[in-house]
């Protein structure tokens, strides 16, 4: 435990959403000797009938909440829920739109990092006398000798490692923070949930946007963005018009599906013309960057990097990474030039920067350079 309050056992707030990765956490934390507090965070109103669906693998339905509030009772621990459904409306489901509507693919996942897992939930969790959070990240965070700077590392279970989506945590953030289950892979952490007979440990996993349980973004984005929902040209890589679209927000970098277009060889979608409101497409070689640009780029020693430097990169979640040199910019960027050309580099998801097991940093994906 890094910070601690009064009394006999130090106090941690653990982010509980029902499923098995959190409800393990929390009881991994109460076996080491802290007093655990379970809280489950309210961020989208489901449909009544979705909340009770059995197939229903999202994080934000009533049954979630029934689910964590099961586990904590078996656990004999308080839990308590929070309501951040206006602020995540505000922060996340209000970015997510507004990438699309520009012609980007955003990560809601790391926009909820930022705004609402490390920043509202730690103000509640002070307000109940917590030292510290916890989630049930597969990530691992410690601290090095000589510095005595936070590192945030990779899982041990490199099949489950979400290191990519904790990027943007300060050193403040990574020094009151814990994840229990980032020592283990998961198999043993569905093993620890059997051994405890929490009523989730069958559970299956969550996989798509919360906010969108049945994983039809178009539709949740007509509903909210119709304006951007606008025809217009599909054009090759030389500018000439082979199509017509029905609204940018229906496609992303690297996509196949959905052009309509009759052509010799297969097309994907090369780029968003949000300006001229345009899809680009071309042939799967047409795909391969060798440069990008990161915005709003943060490093997770505290320190801006000056100088070029060599890293491994993901560009995407489930991305291998890919050996690349780091060139500072101006203007909190990065130019990120690889050894290889890689595949549909996507403006709007993240490009995170890895030494070893270790996460220097990352930014999001502003461009590429042909």
Known sequence: MREKRQGPKPVVVAA????VDSSVAAALLRDQGFEVIGLTMNLFALPPDACRDENLRSCCGRRAREDAHRVALALGIDHYTADFRKPFA???????????????????????NQAIKFDRLWRRAKRLGAGAVA??????????????????????????????FLYPLTQEELGRTLF???????????????????????????????FVPDDDYVRFLR?????????????????????????????????????????PHPLYVLAIDSARNAVVA????ELYRKTLVAEDVHWISGEDVVRPREAAVKIR??????????????????????????????????????????????????????
Not at 99 to 108: H, S
Not at 144 to 164: F, N, T, V
Not at 238 to 252: A, D, S
């Open 180 to 210: 229990p289950v980032g020592e283990h892979r998961k198999t043993e952490i569905r093993a620890i949930a059997r051994k405890l007979g929490l009523p989730v440990s069958e559970r299956r996993e969550s996989q798509e946007i919360c």
């Open 135 to 164: 989630t049930g990240h597969y990530a691992r965070i410690d601290r090095e000798e000589e510095s005595g700077r936070w590192r945030l590392r990779k899982g041990a279970d490199p099949d489950k490692d979400q290191s990519y």
């Open 317 to 370: 979640y489930k991305h291998p990474e890919a050996r690349a040199l780091l060139v500072p910019r101006p203007g909190n960027r990065v130019l990120v030039e690889f050894e290889k050309p890689q595949r549909a580099v996507t403006p709007g998801q993240a490009a995170v920067f890895y030494d070893g097991d270790a996460v220097l940093g990352g930014g999001t994906i502003r461009e590429t350079v042909s």
């Open 90 to 112: 505000e922060t996340v489901i209000a970015d997510f739109c507004r990438e699309y509507a520009r012609g980007r693919t955003p990560n809601p996942c790391l926009r909820c």
């Open 282 to 285: 071309g042939t799967n070689d």
């Open 223 to 263: 509903e909210r963005i119709p304006e951007a929902f606008r025809p217009g040209p599909i054009v090759d890589s030389k500018g000439r018009t082979i199509g017509r679209h029905e609204g940018i927000p229906n496609f992303t970098v690297g996509q196949r599906k959905g052009m309509g277009i009759a052509a």
């Open 16 to 19: 509980m959403s029902g499923g």
